[in-house]
T-cell receptor, first 115, second 112 residues
Framework: AQTVTQSQPEMSVQEAETVTLSCTYD???????LFWYKQPPSRQMILVIR????KQQNATENRFSVNFQKAAKSFSLKISDSQLGDAAMYFC????????????WGAGTKLIIKP | ETGVTQSPTHLIKTRGQQVTLRCSSQ?????VSWYQQALGQGPQFIFQ???????GRGNFPPRFSGLQFPNYSSELNVNALELDDSALYLC???????????FGQGTRLTVV
């Protein structure tokens, strides 16, 4: 069975600085999806970035980028130029190719932005 | 704004009761997944419906059941509520295969 582990319960960063959130996973599948979701106090999960395992190039979305290390089963999220609106819970999630809406989630990392 | 609406937003139930949670979305979202998120934890997959049929289920007992309707709205039903069922329940909808799933704002269920 697949598992997702986020080892940082809480991270803090100064506004405008860069922060990296860690995620490791375990799977025997060769093709799959990995996701980072943001959950603000409004509770709604918002997709931050998505990575297909068969793509070697790391995904990037504006200030958000990932470091995907397939062999190490590591999938970290880097947030550049942190903004106050980035404060939220961040969840790493795994989806298999056949059922990528049946996501397996990590426990989350609370990101605090210091003004 | 994702166009996914969950109702109610909050509710309180007594242990042993039954509850129905609802999720609606724009047309074309023929896949709906339900998740349970306990306080301080990541979501846990409950089940998924595609074109009105269940096509995936997580490690939840049969007292958790669901429906998907022709208009793509969906229900999550929980019978014989237990205190541990207290959680945020999220639905996520998707259209074309392998496209982004959109989440609702969830229903906060408290069982007392």
């Amino acid at each position: 069975a697949q598992t997702v582990t986020q080892s940082q319960p809480e991270m803090s960063v100064q506004e405008a600085e860069t922060v990296t959130l860690s995620c490791t996973y375990d799977t025997s599948e060769s093709d799959y999806y990995l996701f980072w979701y943001k959950q603000p106090p409004s509770r709604q999960m918002i997709l931050v970035i998505r990575q297909e395992a068969y793509k070697q190039q790391n995904a990037t979305e504006n200030r958000f980028s990932v470091n995907f290390q397939k062999a190490a089963k590591s999938f970290s999220l880097k947030i550049s130029d942190s903004q106050l609106g980035d404060a939220a819970m961040y969840f790493c999630a795994y989806g298999s190719m056949d059922s990528n809406y049946q996501l397996i989630w990590g426990a989350g990392t609370k990101l605090i932005i210091k003004p | 704004e994702t166009g996914v609406t969950q109702s109610p937003t909050h509710l309180i139930k007594t242990r042993g009761q039954q509850v129905t949670l609802r999720c609606s979305s724009q047309s074309g979202h023929n896949t709906v997944s339900w998740y349970q998120q306990a306080l301080g934890q990541g979501p846990q997959f409950i089940f998924q419906y595609y074109r009105e049929e269940e096509n995936g289920r997580g490690n939840f007992p049969p007292r958790f059941s669901g429906l998907q309707f022709p208009n793509y709205s969906s229900e999550l039903n929980v019978n014989a509520l237990e205190l541990d069922d207290s959680a945020l329940y999220l639905c996520a909808v998707a259209g074309q295969r392998n496209t982004e799933a959109f989440f609702g704002q969830g229903t906060r269920l408290t069982v007392v």
